[in-house]
T-cell receptor, first 112, second 117 residues
Framework: EDQVTQSPEALRLQEGESSSLNCSYT??????LFWYRQDPGKGPEFLFT???AGEEKEKERLKATLTKKESFLHITAPKPEDSATYLC?????????????FGRGTQLTVWP | GAVVSQHPSRVICKSGTSVKIECRSL??????MFWYRQFPKQSLMLMAT?????????EQGVEKDKFLINHASLTLSTLTVTSAHPEDSSFYIC?????????????FGPGTRLTVL
């Protein structure tokens, strides 16, 4: 079965302190690795999709990278408004109707 | 584009009553919609997958008679929690996907907070 493990569970950063979130995955035939941001009491907001090892995507202070076993979400010079839970999900070859397997997320807190 | 709405955003009901939650894709046609529930500080747990015009596919352990799903059109899916009990209190989130839309990403609704007294 496809599996996703995210680490750390929680991360506290001072504003401007860059760091990375990890998403390790096991999947049969990757058909996409997805990053979402979720604010408390809201639905996940789509950030990135990565399809193959070596691929990278950037959006403002966020950069997602992908290897054959894991993905990193790099946060450069974070601001308090970047505080949220970041979810990683994968879709495998055997995924029925496009279902995603989610990790538990990393709760990021950025303090001024 | 790719906006998904849910209604209501929050509902409080008495034990034993039924609650209907609507999920709509506002600017695209969703051939497939997913229903999730999320407990505090936990990730999303897939409950069921629904395709327009066909019966929903439920995940193992999810009672199909308790969580009724109807995907009546390409823009609307409903989840009805029948005879709700306090343990059904949770955050319910739907998502929608359309082949060819933005690489088949799932777009999520804002969620519905259900509290059963």
């Amino acid at each position: 079965e496809d599996q996703v493990t995210q680490s750390p569970e929680a991360l506290r950063l001072q504003e401007g302190e860059s760091s990375s979130l990890n998403c390790s995955y096991t999947v049969s035939g990757l058909r996409g690795l997805f990053w979402y941001r979720q604010d408390p009491g809201k639905g996940p907001e789509f950030l990135f999709t990565l399809y193959s090892a070596g691929e990278e995507k950037e959006k403002e202070r966020l950069k997602a990278t992908l290897t054959k076993k894991e993905s990193f979400l790099h946060i450069t010079a974070p601001k308090p408004e970047d505080s949220a839970t970041y979810l990683c999900a994968v879709r495998g070859r055997g995924s029925t109707l496009g279902r995603l397997y989610f990790g538990r997320g990393t709760q990021l807190t950025v303090w001024p | 584009g790719a906006v998904v709405s849910q209604h209501p955003s929050r509902v409080i009901c008495k034990s034993g009553t039924s609650v209907k939650i609507e999920c709509r894709s506002l600017d695209f046609q969703a051939t497939t919609m997913f229903w999730y529930r999320q407990f505090p500080k936990q990730s999303l747990m897939l409950m069921a997958t629904s395709n327009e015009g066909s019966k929903a596919t439920y995940e193992q352990g999810v009672e199909k008679d308790k969580f009724l799903i109807n995907h009546a059109s390409l823009t609307l899916s409903t989840l009805t929690v029948t005879s709700a009990h306090p343990e059904d209190s949770s955050f319910y989130i739907c998502s929608a996907v359309s082949p060819g839309l933005a690489g088949n990403e799932q777009f999520f609704g804002p969620g519905t907070r259900l509290t059963v007294l």
